[in-house]
């Protein structure tokens, strides 16, 4: 049986700027970055941020509003005042409609309120290095299409209703499709902050996929005691 494999989308060169002045979110993002690829440096004041997108080249900035020193909004009007077209996700705990209406205008490209399942931000994160590079948003293996950037799974041409964890484990597996990953991978990246996924739950996710999948020809295959792996049987 042969195996299909999807290549990851992060690319080593891509640099992030994250501009967070919560350690704790800060030292989590960045290392979930880091794991997908990403080089990211880090800054927690609105000065610090201002200054360095001045003055070196980034593939994204994922800004929080609520810096100290420069306010995110005041950031983001620097750097579009400057006609720069660095993509811009605000990450930010101010979810109100006139927060994100005011964040867009100013000229973000995406926003995503605190607190976040990190597999989304993950995506959103992709969908937007991905601009300048080319890079499909669409990933299809057998009957299955999956888009990034929409987060909307088909199976044989179908839109298929998943939860957003579902839909996490899902992406994992095909970002890595041919390759063992192992349950503490999963537990991973399902888990927010302040958030826990269970060994037990990630059987139960890992249920629901397959028979969501079973038409597609892709397989969910478990590696006893290791973990899973995405694989498509051979086609006639």
């Known amino acids: 049986m042969a195996t299909a494999y999807v290549k990851l989308t992060a690319e080593l060169d891509m640099r992030i700027l994250l501009a967070e002045d919560d350690a704790v979110i800060a030292d989590g993002l960045a290392r979930a970055l880091r794991r997908n690829g990403?080089?990211?440096?880090?800054?927690?004041?609105?000065?610090?941020?201002?200054?360095?997108?001045?003055?070196?080249?980034?593939?994204?900035?994922?800004?929080?509003?609520?810096?100290?020193?420069?306010s995110g909004i005041d950031v983001l009007k620097r750097l579009r005042a400057r006609k720069s077209v660095l993509?811009?996700?605000?990450?930010?705990?101010?979810?109100?409609?006139?927060?994100?209406?005011?964040?867009?205008?100013?000229?973000?490209?995406?926003?995503?309120?605190?607190?976040?399942?990190?597999?989304?931000?993950?995506?959103?994160?992709r969908a937007l290095t991905r601009r300048g590079t080319?890079?499909?948003?669409?990933?299809?293996?057998?009957?299955?299409?999956?888009?990034?950037?929409?987060?909307?799974?088909?199976?044989?041409?179908?839109?298929?209703?998943?939860s957003a964890r579902e839909i996490g484990l899902l992406e994992v597996l095909l970002l890595r499709a041919g390759r063992l990953v192992s349950k503490d991978q999963l537990?991973?990246?399902?888990?927010?902050?302040?958030?826990?996924?269970?060994?037990?739950?990630?059987?139960?996710?890992?249920?629901?996929?397959?028979?969501?999948?079973e038409t597609s020809g892709v397989r969910v295959v478990t590696v006893r005691g290791l973990g899973y792996c995405l694989e498509k049987p051979d086609v006639a």
């Open 38 to 70: 990403y080089a990211v440096d880090h800054v927690a004041t609105g000065t610090e941020a201002d200054a360095a997108v001045a003055s070196q080249p980034f593939d994204l900035l994922i800004l929080d509003l609520g810096l100290p020193k420069l």
């Open 187 to 213: 537990v991973d990246h399902l888990c927010g902050w302040g958030e826990e996924v269970s060994n037990n739950a990630i059987e139960v996710y890992v249920h629901r996929l397959r028979k969501k999948l």
């Open 134 to 162: 080319g890079q499909p948003r669409c990933i299809e293996l057998g009957g299955l299409a999956y888009d990034q950037a929409d987060r909307v799974v088909k199976v044989n041409g179908q839109i298929v209703e998943m």
């Open 87 to 125: 993509p811009v996700l605000i990450l930010t705990a101010q979810d109100g409609v006139e927060d994100r209406v005011r964040g867009l205008d100013a000229g973000a490209d995406d926003y995503l309120t605190k607190p976040f399942a990190l597999p989304e931000l993950e995506a959103r994160v």
